[in-house]
């Protein structure tokens, strides 16, 4: 296990039985990981945090993911951020993606496991 004691992961998604996944693994594995549900929960909690990544949803209901992640590159310019899709990304989305900031892009149904080692990887940084 890796020290993970002042890393703070932020996961944003509106399905909460998928956030009670995520929290259980990450809980887990010893890795400080905060669930919201929605885009506005999201700002507001990078408000009051300092984040080392957040991984969101891209289709929610209210913000999208891309929005979410404008306005949180607004608040910490230098935030790794992670978008999860169930939906087929044409390279133009990709490639906007990562022009507004996207670290990468995990297509749903997402293996826990990578978005782990991500994780891990972002914690030696």
């Known amino acids: 296990m890796f020290d993970m004691e002042n890393f ?9 039985g998928f ?3 995520i929290k259980t693994i990450f809980d887990i594995e010893g890795i400080k990981v905060y ?5 506005e929960d999201a700002l507001n909690a990078i408000k009051e945090k300092n984040f080392n990544i957040m991984i969101t949803d891209l289709t929610m209901n209210g913000m999208s993911g891309l929005d979410l992640t404008r ?4 608040l910490l310019p230098g935030l790794p951020i992670v978008l999860l899709t169930g939906n087929f990304i044409s390279s133009e989305f ?3 993606a990562v022009k507004m900031g996207v670290s990468k892009i995990f297509v749903k149904p997402v293996n ?3 978005i782990l080692d991500m994780v891990r990887g972002e914690t030696k940084r």
Do not use: I, Y
């Open 8 to 16: 703070h992961a932020l996961f944003v998604d509106d399905d909460k």
């Open 19 to 21: 956030l009670d996944s």
């Open 35 to 39: 669930c919201v549900e929605s885009g």
């Open 71 to 74: 306005k949180a590159k607004e």
């Open 94 to 96: 990709s490639a906007l």
């Open 112 to 114: 826990l496991n990578a």
